[in-house]
């Protein structure tokens, strides 16, 4: 609120930005800065490698452990039935194991295996070497330094439900 009351003008002067505006301006600066770095690591990948969605499902599994359909499903945002064709694919490509559940055998745990943290670490091993070489050429290190700090922060934005 200005002095007067009423609620400041956006964009009449400048240093008159609000925290809302200051917000929105960020958050948008974000979203383009991370929807442009996602586009090009997807181009860093191997055309025959894995899915988008695959890669996904094995990093739940790397990060969390063993877990049922539903709960990747929930993971991933995604009805159950839209993983059934990739859960099929890795554990084809042995890249997935599928065991009874001993808390309830009517459902089945996927796990990663060995073969399967390869094939991801090399996906991984990739794109990292894409961004690393990328951000010697691009930044500097301080710029490099805030990067790290941004990292785990876009991790807890991606799990927020505000």
């Given at each position: 609120?200005?002095?007067?009351?009423?609620?400041?003008?956006?964009?009449?002067?400048?240093?008159?930005?609000?925290?809302?505006?200051?917000?929105?301006?960020?958050?948008?600066?974000?979203?383009?800065?991370?929807?442009?770095?996602?586009?090009?690591?997807?181009?860093?990948?191997?055309?025959?490698?894995?899915?988008?969605?695959?890669?996904?499902?094995?990093?739940?599994?790397?990060?969390?452990?063993?877990?049922?359909?539903?709960?990747?499903?929930?993971?991933?945002?995604?009805?159950?039935?839209?993983?059934?064709?990739?859960?099929?694919?890795?554990?084809?490509?042995?890249?997935?194991?599928?065991?009874?559940?001993?808390?309830?055998?009517?459902?089945?745990?996927?796990?990663?295996?060995?073969?399967?943290?390869?094939?991801?670490?090399?996906?991984?091993?990739?794109?990292?070497?894409?961004?690393?070489?990328?951000?010697?050429?691009q930044l500097n290190a301080t710029e490099i330094g805030l990067l790290r700090l941004a990292g785990p922060l876009l991790a807890r934005l991606s799990a927020a439900n505000p």
């Amino acid at each position: 609120m200005t002095s007067d009351g009423s609620a400041p003008q956006v964009g009449t002067a400048p240093g008159s930005e609000t925290v809302d505006d200051a917000r929105a301006a960020a958050a948008s600066e974000v979203r383009r800065g991370v929807i442009s770095l996602a586009r090009r690591l997807r181009l860093e990948r191997d055309e025959v490698g894995l899915t988008a969605l695959g890669l996904s499902v094995l990093g739940h599994l790397r990060r969390r452990g063993p877990m049922t359909p539903g709960e990747l499903a929930t993971a991933e945002r995604v009805q159950p039935q839209s993983l059934t064709r990739t859960l099929a694919a890795l554990e084809t490509a042995g890249l997935v194991s599928r065991e009874p559940d001993p808390a309830d055998g009517r459902r089945s745990l996927l796990a990663i295996t060995d073969y399967g943290q390869a094939a991801l670490r090399a996906e991984m091993e990739q794109r990292d070497a894409w961004l690393a070489a990328a951000m010697a050429e691009q930044l500097n290190a301080t710029e490099i330094g805030l990067l790290r700090l941004a990292g785990p922060l876009l991790a807890r934005l991606s799990a927020a439900n505000p």
